[in-house]
């Protein structure tokens, strides 16, 4: 009956979830494809020291890096505002984590931590970004990392009935819409390049689980495990200066990375409300006559999941039809898709109503690229 009622209840929190499907709207939306707030969440502090590994705690550890990797952000880029979700031992709870970052107006989120296993040969760094666990190593991390809440007050109030043990809690994961995904993954990806070439770390590459704190942020996010303090050489390797330093310069050379490619025309970001400049040549007719020879077409966007859904899920809200595409790994879907710019651009208005972060995309030969989204009142 216990069991039931549980899944019941997790049921239940879908609902909402699916109800709210474009629930960071335009508050969450950023106001260009420029980085002017960074947030560093270093895990774990206080009363919850995370790992513990012999003389290596991870708070202290994870701490040491975010400080470090701020510093960076300060001394070199003077137009970029670090806010640190702590920057002493003190033990923060996972939502009020995100919730700082939300209230920063953050344009990226990194979480730092250090990873255990039960296998003392696993070595390495990977990067997190929000989606359901593929495998069950990646489910294990986020059980992990999530039971953090196990150390607030009510947290089966404050989490709507979340229990980070149980497998089917994370049933809520297939239904959430990251719409910030694809910079996520992008900003992941430059990261584990950064770590395996700058700081010579073993890459354990880009994967997607199920982290409370990535779900509530309302902007780019990523969670990194800096290394495993199970393996003997990365855990002493972590407990250097050095080692920290290493960490905190791959990172901070990862933001770089990930700046130039946001200003670069071709690469704005999904998020981003700023507007084409080449508007007038998309829409001129001589392209659409060409669009219509190589049978490419135009689409409103509306969500980005890591599993499939339903094309005639409530979650697209009574819109039909609604086009599936699988991108790298990723479904995609779009609406109203057309040979011509005007026709589908004229049915924005009414999609952006349901979907805030509605935008629309040129598809070819399977690919996507961002054409126009419209500007945001401020």
């Not at 950023?30 to 707030?37: E, H, P, V, W």
């Not at 806010?83 to 730092?112: C, E, H, K, T, W």
Request: proline content about 2%; some cysteine.
């Amino acid at each position: 009956m216990a069991s039931k009622m549980r899944i019941s209840g997790i049921k239940w929190i879908c609902l909402i979830i699916i109800s709210s499907f474009a629930f960071f709207g335009a508050e969450g939306q950023k106001k260009n494809g420029s980085i002017k707030t960074v947030v560093i969440d270093a895990c774990h502090g206080g009363k919850d020291p995370g790992t513990i590994v012999g003389r290596a705690k991870e708070k202290n550890i994870v701490l040491d890096i975010a400080l470090k990797l701020g510093s960076l952000i300060k001394q070199n880029q003077k137009n970029i505002k670090v806010v640190y979700i702590r920057d002493g031992d003190y033990f923060v709870p996972l939502m009020d984590r995100a919730q700082i970052a939300n209230r920063a107006n953050a344009d990226l989120f990194i979480s730092i931590h250090a990873n255990y296993c039960g296998n003392p040969e696993i070595y390495g760094t990977e990067t997190y970004v929000l989606g359901l666990h593929r495998t069950e190593d990646n489910l294990n991390v986020a059980k992990k990392e999530n039971s953090v809440i196990l150390l607030e007050e009510d947290y089966s109030t404050r989490y709507e009935g979340f229990n980070p043990n149980l497998s089917e809690s994370y049933i809520m994961f297939e239904l959430i819409q990251d719409t910030y995904l694809d910079q996520s993954l992008r900003f992941a990806t430059i990261l584990q390049s950064n770590f395996k070439e700058v700081a010579q770390r073993h890459d354990r590459d880009v994967r997607q689980a199920g982290f409370l704190v990535l779900r509530e942020t309302a902007m780019p996010s990523v969670l990194i495990e800096t290394g495993y303090l199970s393996n003997k050489k990365e855990n002493s390797f972590l407990l250097t200066d050095e080692g920290r330093e290493e960490i905190s310069h791959s990172i901070y050379g990862s933001l770089l990375n990930y700046l130039n490619k946001l200003d670069a025309k071709d690469n704005l970001p999904v998020g981003s409300s700023k507007e084409v400049k080449n508007e007038t040549q998309v829409e001129n007719k001589q392209s659409e006559k060409k669009v219509v020879e190589s049978g490419a077409t135009y689409a409103i966007q509306i969500g980005v999941f890591s599993r499939k859904i339903s094309l005639d899920s409530k979650a697209f809200k009574g819109i039909s039809p609604v086009k599936e595409l699988i991108i790298d790994g990723n479904y995609k879907y779009f609406c109203f898709e057309s040979d011509s710019f005007q026709t589908t651009k004229s049915y924005y208005e009414e999609v952006s109503k349901k979907f805030p972060d509605a935008f629309i995309v040129f598809i070819e030969n399977n690919k996507t690229r961002m054409v126009w989204k419209k500007q945001m009142k401020k």
